[in-house]
């Protein structure tokens, strides 16, 4: 029965975010002038929501193991930066100046401490992996949902390339065979995704090297992708 309930939790969750924002561009309707301001504004407000649950996860990681904390900390770095491109860019383009595109990009950033900050005041005791993973899901669907009722046709509009990225789950050199296959099969189902959307190109991680050595770890991925 747990199963079953957390399985139910995860799709209520990621359908929810997903209707609040096909719901919201009904709803709300713009000029066409101003739609590209729409997305940014929007992207803002999902980032934050997005950031407060991952600020919560990097807190809790480094509270548990430091060593993990930093590199956690290094890939959301490297991360936070496409996500304030998809805030900076329709709003800039939107007719907003670099003021207040970069004060609404800073509004989204301050929230992933904001989140530390709360996990340790108020929810250290409180946030476990169950409760964090049905926030993600539900900022999925809204981040989902706004790609597919906004982005992508802005993207469209101006147009600009679409590209798709495949699960971060890929691992080409695995030592398990099903892994390697399974691997497969995600880029396939990718690319097929990416045809729907009329994207010219998918993103693959290809995975880590395992107890491999690089160069061996490469040469079981490039046969793997045979």
């Not at 108020?122 to 900022?139: G, R, W, Y």
């Not at 009722?149 to 789950?169: R, T, W």
């Not at 993103?203 to 079981?220: C, M, N, S, W, Y």
């Amino acid at each position: 029965y747990k199963l079953f309930y957390a399985i139910i939790a995860s799709i209520s969750a990621f359908l929810i975010g997903f209707m609040i924002i096909y719901l919201m561009h009904e709803k709300v309707r713009v000029e066409e002038s101003k739609s590209l301001y729409r997305v940014g504004i929007i992207s803002m407000i999902l980032l934050i929501l997005h950031n407060i649950p991952e600020g919560a996860i990097v807190f809790l990681t480094s509270y548990k193991n430091i060593r993990l904390g930093f590199k956690l900390i290094l890939s959301i770095i490297l991360h936070n930066i496409p996500e304030g491109i998809i805030i900076a860019v329709p709003l800039f383009y939107s007719g907003k100046s670099r003021g207040s595109t970069l004060f609404h990009t800073l509004i989204a950033s301050l929230s992933e401490p904001l989140g530390a900050l709360l996990a340790f005041i108020l929810f250290k005791n409180l946030l476990d992996d169950t409760l964090l993973s049905v926030i993600l899901l539900f900022v999925s669907g809204l981040m989902i949902s706004l790609s597919i009722n906004d982005i992508y046709k802005e993207a469209k509009k101006y147009n600009i390339a679409l590209s798709v990225h495949a699960p971060y789950f890929i691992s080409l050199a695995s030592e398990e065979e099903e892994k390697r296959q399974n691997s497969i099969r995600y880029i396939i189902n990718t690319l097929k995704v990416a045809k729907n959307m009329g994207a010219t190109r998918i993103v693959v991680h290809p995975g880590g090297t395992g107890k491999r050595d690089r160069k061996e770890a490469f040469l079981l991925a490039m046969d793997t992708m045979k």
